[in-house]
């Protein structure tokens, strides 16, 4: 028997698949062929078959092409468009390799300071200081949550460069 579930676009479908006599590899030895089955009780062999019967179906989910509004072709139209519309290149390109460089050489401090038996400890108890600090500073009262929404906005209005 086969349930179908269907949400917007995907559909997933559940099918029992059909028992074969292969053979289930685990990290666990097979205590039933050490031991006789008596020394189990019958509550231990059901957490022993458990494992089985969930594995008993196969889940398979798709998508339909029609519902899908991304078209890659539309997408590579809108970047030319774009790029094109961009008057200094050599700038962003600049400011592109130096985001790049910037990248590369914090993921070779990040690797130093981890190499130092110490450092990674100390740098996650900082980092769950601040996270605290910034959960009870903003977080954690209304007044305070309206402060850092608008905060937020005011730094998204310097970003854009619309300042009203």
Same mark, same amino acid.
């Given at each position: 028997?086969?349930?179908?579930?269907?949400?917007?676009?995907?559909?997933? #479908?559940?099918?029992?698949?059909?028992?074969?006599?292969?053979?289930?590899?685990?990290?666990?030895?097979?205590?039933?062929?050490?031991?006789?089955?008596?020394?189990?009780?019958?509550?231990? =062999?059901?957490?022993?078959?458990?494992?089985?019967?969930?594995?008993?179906?196969? $889940?398979?989910?798709?998508?339909?092409?029609?519902?899908?509004?991304?078209?890659?072709?539309? #997408?590579?139209?809108?970047?030319?468009? =774009?790029?094109?519309? $961009?008057?200094?290149?050599?700038? &962003?390109?600049?400011?592109?390799?130096?985001?790049?460089?910037?990248?590369?050489?914090?993921? $070779?401090? &990040?690797?130093? %300071?981890?190499?130092?038996?110490?450092?990674?400890?100390?740098?996650?108890? #900082?980092?769950?200081?601040?996270?605290?600090?910034? &959960?009870?500073?903003?977080?954690?009262?209304?007044?305070?949550? =309206?402060?850092?929404?608008?905060? $937020?906005?005011?730094?998204?209005?310097? %970003?854009?460069?619309?300042?009203?």
């Amino acid at each position: 028997m086969a349930t179908v579930s269907t949400s917007m676009a995907s559909t997933a #479908v559940f099918t029992p698949r059909l028992l074969t006599n292969t053979t289930h590899f685990s990290p666990l030895p097979n205590l039933q062929s050490r031991f006789s089955a008596k020394t189990f009780s019958p509550s231990s =062999k059901l957490a022993v078959s458990a494992p089985r019967r969930s594995s008993l179906f196969q $889940i398979k989910a798709s998508s339909s092409e029609e519902t899908s509004g991304v078209d890659a072709g539309e #997408v590579f139209a809108d970047l030319k468009e =774009k790029w094109d519309a $961009i008057e200094d290149k050599s700038t &962003v390109l600049l400011y592109g390799g130096g985001a790049i460089v910037g990248i590369w050489l914090s993921s $070779i401090v &990040v690797g130093a %300071i981890n190499s130092v038996p110490v450092l990674p400890k100390l740098m996650e108890l #900082v980092g769950l200081g601040y996270t605290g600090w910034f &959960v009870y500073r903003y977080l954690l009262f209304k007044s305070s949550r =309206k402060e850092l929404a608008t905060d $937020i906005e005011s730094l998204k209005k310097k %970003i854009a460069g619309t300042s009203e």
